[in-house]
């Protein structure tokens, strides 16, 4: 696997592992850090041999935030110009499950990255938020929208107007996470969900995976187009004819992942 700076990249049999590696700052994300997780994340994506990535924080926190000390002095043109969430948008076309493991701190870019995950485990002590209005700015990298598909209008923009952090008992109830652990156990419980999922057929997964976020994007109508679509893909497969031809045959099924 690549060598990062900002971040750590490992496998542990099919499960891919990217840990945000900037302690001292809380893993306060800047530029090359992004473009990283972007880049570890696409070599995953294309790896047979990784079946889910499991993203967290080194040191005391996920990540709080974009690097601050990094963006203090830009203008909008230098922005515009440098198109920074080209490549961010990519993390939305990542195939494979994405789930990410939360303690401490999810800030800003750090809780936009949280919710590019598909699955949120977190630490009871975490704690997410969007304290950009603070900073005279606003989020930038997903945040108004995905919090709002996931609380609705009236509490996202309570939650993004005061800026202030929510626990993750609140977070779980609003839906944002999945689940919650105590600190010690939140990597050990996210890597055994991660293998349990690993064990899936892949296709299937996969097809999931899209189908619900054309839930979330298109209509009624287009999304069941959509997973109509990819019901009838899974019949081409050597899984389904193998996950069907066991059921028949009284046996536990050996998937290929394709
Ligand atoms: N950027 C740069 N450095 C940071 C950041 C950050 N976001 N957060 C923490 N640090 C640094 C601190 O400056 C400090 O460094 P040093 O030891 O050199 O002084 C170190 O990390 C430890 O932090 P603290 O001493 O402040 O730790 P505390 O436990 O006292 O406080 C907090 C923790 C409450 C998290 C506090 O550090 C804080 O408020 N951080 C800033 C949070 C914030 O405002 N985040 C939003 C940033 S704006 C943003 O994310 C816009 C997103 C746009 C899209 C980006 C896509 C990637």
């Given at each position: 696997m690549t ?19 900037r ?12 473009s990283?997780?972007v ?9 047979d ?26 203008d ?24 990410g ?12 990255l ?13 704690k ?14 997903g ?13 996202a923009?309570?939650w ?5 952090m929510m ?5 779980e ?56 679509k ?9 899984d389904?004819?193998e996950?069907?031809k ?13």
């Open positions: 060598n990062y700076e900002y971040i750590q990249v490992d496998q542990e049999e099919s499960i891919g592992i990217i840990r945000l590696n302690p001292k700052v809380l893993n306060a994300l800047n530029r090359k850090m992004v990283e997780i880049q570890s994340m696409r070599e995953m994506d294309r790896n041999s990784v079946r889910v990535i499991v993203l967290y924080g080194n040191g005391k926190s996920f990540a709080a935030g974009a690097d601050i000390t990094e963006m203090a002095q830009d909008s043109i230098h922005l515009e110009l440098l198109n920074q969430f080209a490549e961010w948008d990519d993390l939305a076309h990542i195939k494979k499950p994405i789930i493991a939360v303690h401490g701190f999810a800030l800003g870019g750090g809780f936009e949280a919710l590019v995950c598909d699955l949120l485990f977190a630490s009871e002590d975490a997410f938020g969007f304290p950009e209005i603070n900073l005279a700015v606003m989020p930038g990298a945040g108004t929208q995905r919090l709002t598909k996931l609380m609705g209008k009236t509490k923009l309570e993004l107007w005061s800026g202030e626990t993750a008992e609140t977070a109830a609003w839906g944002i996470i999945n689940r919650r652990y105590p600190q010690e156990i939140l990597v050990e419980e996210t890597l055994k969900y991660a293998r349990n999922l690993a064990n899936k057929p892949a296709l299937s997964v996969r097809f999931i995976k899209e189908a619900v976020y054309k839930a979330v994007d298109y209509s009624l109508y287009e999304g069941m187009q959509y997973e109509r990819n019901f009838s893909l899974l019949f081409s497969s050597d389904q004819k996950g069907m066991a059921f028949v045959e009284k046996r536990k099924p050996n998937f290929k992942g394709r």
